[in-house]
């Protein structure tokens, strides 16, 4: 072992001991008294950095003063943890190391800042998403930094299966506690900033259950590489292009759910049917997705050139097969093109033709709901004999479907036994009903068999399937539902390169672990983009809530980027599609203010960025098709985002001409994609994010390929010039050309000045040998000779290096930065940048004759120092001591040490520690414990430590300093060489008190077991002794409660599936204790919690009230708008209790049966997703009291 090892090893110890008033009680003589010195003020960093996130510091406050060690006296007020010093950020390798996601097999280290000497405990809680288990890492401190802070580590063991880690930080003092967690809502309530997470986070008096991740995935983990270097186009076929006019339907030939008739536009342009202002002909609802236009496959394939020019490698089509509806996702039958769209014939020359010029077919699979009219469900009796689940009990697709008894105003329109029966359709929209995706028939149907759905069509040659509402079938996390897992089995035997893409709004991590998707709609990156091309925040039907759409400064925008890279393997993050629009949301042109510029500006970032740009059709040439605003003032996009292209050749002119420009500059950006691999799948480096002045300026390198790219952005309103240093990242000797336009830069220097126009950018590009992007290796034979205030380091010298880089940090992995601003010419280097008694690591990299810099070699360790001259026991700790052992005496241990020339200087001396201890007969320093800085005596730094003796005997005190963080310690003595000595003589009262009658445990669940005991009536009590015993190990104790502070207890620091054994003793006044009393052995499991939510309503709320949400658990119905009724309290309270399991984090809203009654905010606006993180309270239970502004009908918010 190291010796750094042995010293950080003996400091954990000695700051485990120091977790509470009492720790070492039964297992070693003494304890650690309550100290009242000062905490040192915080370090200007720290001060700044709280100035900087107010919001965090201003919700942290002291707590509690601890408790006084006895009835008749209190310690000082203790002055707290130091929020301010708390940091840690997850893409920062001094803070996790490695980062981002994480493969089987591995492990991560884990650090948190404090001030140094500041907490009694730092422990990292992890959640485990895959086994819904949590665990509870302790952190030892492992570096002290010369500015004043404390190092704490832990190493996180990720497991050998797929999952999400959540991980946390709680740190204590006293009876003080504090969370360290992600700062994604800056105060309870608040909206939650997507662009924030990840990175640097927040100290939180309460945890708000924002916790940072880590993904855990298969090491041999594969995405398709034609998706990694993919540009996608995706189509709504009934919209894009009319090539086969033969098979276009007329007005009226089909009636869709026995209320919508067929309508055909004659005329190409020319707006969709509004459904918000056109009722169907029964005039109850408004007609909506019953118009078509005539677009279909043959179109498709007539354009495939167009589509060639704009450099699309991949084609992904909403659905195509027989439906009732325009956009098909209500599917009639799933191995047959719609015959409005073509044929099968015409599918297999549309495959053989994208094939020719190296493009790939996407699929759209519908497989959680298809259509009520359809045969699977007949509801409407359109097809021959009684097939259809709704209309028999003895269907042959019966079990496919769920079916219940009528809530609310629902019909009654399939056969049960004996009254009609509903059934679960998607959202509550009944023209879908939901799909039993559990029982075998249903994946031997849609994948499991030779014939079926997904097989067939990869059989005829399409590249791979996106997956609407994907988690609704299998939620990525449950290890019983393995939907995702076969799938992806079972196709990927057919043709390994299949593509397999959910679809997931949010954080798509449950599903890469490597064995269900390969990727998913990123609409997370959407947002970030188009909120940095925004001036202001953007809201609509989908961007609203917690989904609402910032306005992003480019620091903003690169967290975002960062925030995805950093939960995603890279397999899944380079095949990522990369959307600014969809069929499901607002067009881009329209969210970019119909400002060209702005979406030029958009697209360039998207197609300079890693994964795959997507472009919904149209958006190339600017399509203006703006989303428009329902009755109550919010914006919706469909049917309006469903525009038809429209080509210069058709009839009609509502949406206006193609913009050539714009199609010209996307044609542009797809060729520069296609010649450049570091585009597609190179490292991302950022440059600079400057927010005051708007400019986001990255790097992109594929050095296998001898190619890079520098990309400027300028989201500002006027023209900025900017120098960008690039010295050591791009090898010298090299132009790069510019996108669109603009001026060549040259490499040679390591620098340039550019100039970045308003709302614009460019992308310069450069192709080279690969040996031109070849770094030297890292240079040998790094030593490092520490003396006092300087370490003196030296290398070998490299052939053909230019330089070298010396790098620094206060620990071995993680942390390193440049000693130097320009590299260093010879092999030596003295750094006289220390400070005595740290611990500093080093390590060496070499320049290039082209300008590149290698990776850094191994790390040394060195430690300066002081030599010290003088050391000696202060007051009466230099003499013997005999004392009678009572409860609550303290023991004081002053020594001093001296260093001439530098301790007489006022206050403390930086580097020096000191430790002291109350050794036995035969014992040693194990249990030895730092001491505090205490003032100057004679020239020297005195400290002191306040023992409390626990047990009787001959003692002798030992003190302790080290100059050299630990490596060695000079011992005090005596001016005769002797060690003081203590005896401690017992008490003439040896009758120990009653134990406790009973010991109850109240309740066991991850957020702690919960005690109480009979109080015993003595009254010399001082204190209860809770002692705890897990498996085979022997009873400790974990806690000392003083008599008047009660007779409970709550243990927090419980692992699920443990089982404990709790006891309890009295302790008096002569430290005289009494046997152990017992309770019974405690599993520790998740509580099943009686969550009860209140909603408050207006007083002219008419019908039920429903609660529709995810719940996280498939006894509850999921975003069924009538399927969790309400119990009505009074004319304006509606309840209900829900039994949901602990830790769960849930969604919902209030609703009146149907979504067109659901509840709105009070101006009418769209509200987020209300979210519950389900905890116990101490009776076990949870009650949640909401308020509804307003209902989306009744108030006709639209």
Request: negative net charge; glycine residues 8%.
């Amino acid at each position: 072992m190291h010796k750094r090892d042995r010293r950080g090893s003996l400091l954990a110890a000695a700051l485990l001991l120091a977790l509470a008033v009492l720790l070492v009680i039964g297992g070693q003589p003494f304890a650690l008294a309550a100290q009242s010195e000062a905490t040192p003020e915080p370090t200007a960093e720290a001060t700044e950095e709280c100035a900087e996130k107010a919001e965090a510091c201003a919700i942290v406050v002291p707590l509690d003063i601890p408790a006084g060690l006895t009835p008749e006296a209190a310690p000082a007020a203790d002055p707290g943890i130091n929020p301010g010093a708390l940091y840690h950020d997850s893409r920062s390798d001094l803070y996790r190391t490695p980062g981002g996601a994480a493969p089987f097999g591995t492990t991560v280290t884990l650090r948190l800042r404090a001030e140094a000497g500041n907490l009694d405990t730092a422990t990292v809680r992890v959640w485990n998403t895959r086994e819904e288990a949590q665990s509870l890492l302790p952190m030892q401190v492992v570096a002290t930094t010369p500015d004043g802070y404390d190092l704490w580590e832990t190493t996180l063991d990720v497991g050998s299966k797929g999952t999400v880690l959540w991980y946390r930080f709680i740190v204590t003092r006293g009876n003080q506690t504090l969370y360290y967690e992600d700062d994604t809502r800056l105060a309870a309530g608040s909206p939650y900033l997507a662009y924030r997470e990840g990175g640097a986070g927040m100290v939180y008096a309460e945890s708000p259950d924002l916790s940072y991740q880590i993904t855990v995935y298969d090491p041999a983990y594969y995405t398709p590489e034609w998706m990694r270097n993919a540009v996608v186009y995706q189509i709504f076929p009934d919209r894009f292009r009319d090539g086969d006019p033969s098979n276009n339907p007329a007005d009226g030939d089909e009636v869709f759910y026995d209320a919508l008739p067929l309508i055909f536009h004659d005329i190409w342009n020319e707006p969709p049917v509004d459904g918000r202002t056109t009722l169907a002909p029964a005039g109850d609802q408004g007609y909506f997705n019953s118009d078509f236009y005539g677009g279909d496959l043959a179109g498709i394939t007539e354009k495939l050139d167009y589509l060639q020019d704009l450099g699309v490698t991949a084609i992904y089509l909403n659905p195509i097969f027989l439906a009732r509806s325009n956009h098909r996702y209500d599917t009639v039958d799933y191995l047959q093109i719609d015959p409005i769209l073509g044929t099968l014939e015409d599918f297999q020359t549309l495959v053989s033709e994208a094939d020719k010029r190296g493009m790939k077919l996407i699929l759209d699979g519908v497989f959680n709901h298809l259509s009520s009219d359809s045969p699977y469900f007949d509801r409407f009796d359109r097809f021959e004999g009684d097939e259809g689940a709704c209309e028999s009990l003895e269907s042959p697709y019966r079990a496919w479907f769920y079916f219940a008894p009528p809530r609310a105003n629902q019909p009654a329109p399939c056969a049960g036994d004996p009254d009609p029966l509903y059934y679960t359709s998607w959202a509550g929209f009944d023209t879908i009903p939901r799909i039993n995706n559990t029982i075998v028939e249903t994946r031997r149907f849609f994948f499991l068999d030779e014939n079926s759905v997904a097989q067939t069509w990869i059989r005829e040659g399409i590249g791979g399937w996106r997956l609407d509402v994907a988690p609704d079938i299998d939620n990525g996390r449950d290890p019983n539902n393995i939907y995702w897992e076969t799938f992806r089995a079972v196709l990927r035997r057919l043709n390994p390169e299949t593509v397999i893409i959910g679809e997931e709004w949010s954080d798509g991590s449950e599903f890469f672990d490597g064995d269900e998707w390969d990727s998913t709609m990123n609409y997370r990156l959407r947002a970030g983009i188009l909120g940095f091309v925004r001036d202001t925040d953007f809201t609509d039907n989908d961007s609203n809530g917690d989904r609402v759409m910032y306005a992003l400064a480019p620091s903003e925008l690169d967290n975002t980027i960062r925030s995805i890279e950093e939960d995603y393997p890279q397999m899944a993050y380079h095949a990522l599609m990369n959307v600014l629009s969809s069929h499901d949301v607002s067009r881009l042109f329209f969210v970019v203010g119909a400002d060209p510029q702005a979406q030029k500006l958009a697209a360039l970032t998207q197609f300079a960025l890693p994964g795959a740009p997507t472009i919904y059709y149209g958006d190339e040439i600017a399509i203006d098709a703006p989303s428009i605003p329902d009755s109550g003032g919010n914006y919706q996009d469909d049917p309006y985002n469903r525009a038809p292209y429209p080509w210069p050749d058709t009839e009609g002119d509502y949406y206006p001409p193609p913009d050539e420009d714009m199609l010209a500059f996307y044609q542009g950006l797809g060729a520069l994609r296609r010649d450049n691999p570091a585009l597609r799948t190179g490292e991302m480096v950022t440059l600079l994010a400057d927010d005051q002045n708007g400019l986001y300026v990255f790097a992109r390198l594929s050095k296998a390929d001898g190619n890079a790219a520098l990309v400027a952005l300028n989201r500002s309103a006027d023209d900025r010039q900017v120098r960008l240093d690039f010295g050591g990242l791009l090898p010298t000797g090299l132009t790069l050309r510019p996108f669109p336009d603009g001026a060549p830069i040259s490499t040679d220097g390591g620098s340039a000045e550019i100039s970045i126009p308003a709302r614009g950018g460019y992308i310069w590009t450069v192709t080279a040998d690969a040996a031109a992007f070849e770094a030297p290796a890292a240079p040998n034979g790094l030593t490092a000779v520490a003396q006092s205030g300087q370490v003196a380091l030296e290398w070998d010298a490299l052939d053909g290096a230019a330089g070298y880089i010396l790098y620094r940090s206060p620990v071995a992995a993680g942390g390193f930065e440049p000693l130097t601003e320009t590299p260093i010419s010879g092999t030596t280097f003295n750094d006289e940048t220390v400070t005595n008694g740290f611990v500093y690591y080093y390590a060496a990299a070499a320049v290039g004759e082209n300008g590149l810099v290698g990776e850094p070699g191994a790390s040394i360790m060195a430690v300066p120092s002081y030599t010290i001259d003088e050391t000696f026991y202060v007051g009466e700790s230099a003499e013997d001591r005999e004392l009678e052992l009572v409860f609550g005496l303290t023991l004081p241990v002053q020594a001093a040490v001296k260093i001439d020339g530098v301790t007489d200087a006022q206050g403390q001396t930086p580097g020096i520690l000191a430790r002291a201890a109350l050794i036995p007969d035969g014992g040693d320093l194990t249990a030895a414990l730092p001491m505090a800085y205490a003032g100057d005596v004679d020239g020297a730094d005195s400290y002191t430590l306040t023992i409390m003796p626990q047990e009787i005997g001959e003692y002798r005190v030992v003190a302790q300093f080290s100059a050299d963080g630990g490596l060695t310690w000079i011992t005090v003595e005596r001016a005769d060489g002797t060690l003081p000595q203590v005896t401690l003589a017992a008490s003439s009262d040896t009758t120990p008190p009653d134990a406790p009658a009973e010991v109850r445990v109240l309740r066991a669940s991850l957020s702690g077991v919960g005690l109480e005991w009979d109080a015993v009536e003595d009254e010399n009590l001082f204190a209860y002794r809770v002692y705890r015993a897990a498996g085979d190990e022997a009873a400790a104790v974990i806690a000392e409660i003083a008599a008047a502070d009660g007779t409970a207890y709550t243990d927090s620091a419980v692992v699920e599936g443990e089982t404990y054994v709790y006891s309890v003793a009295a302790v008096d006044g002569a430290l005289n204790e009494s046997p152990l009393t017992s309770a019974e052995p405690v599993p520790v499991a998740r509580l099943v919690v009686p969550v009860t939510f209140v909603a408050e309503v207006p007083d002219y709320t008419t019908g039920k009230v429903f609660i529709a949400g995810d719940f996280g658990s498939s006894d509850y119905p999921r975003w069924d708008p009538a399927g969790l009724e309400m119990t009505q309290a009074d004319d304006t309270h509606w309840t209900i209790t829900l039994d949901i399991k602990e830790g769960t984090a849930i969604e919902y809203k209030y609703v009146r049966g149907d979504w067109t009654a659901v509840e709105k905010g009070a101006e009418c606006e769209e509200i987020a997703n209300r979210r519950l993180t389900v905890r116990p309270d101490e009776a076990g239970v949870q009650q949640t009291a909401d308020n509804v502004q307003k209902w989306r009908d009744l108030d006709a918010c639209g």
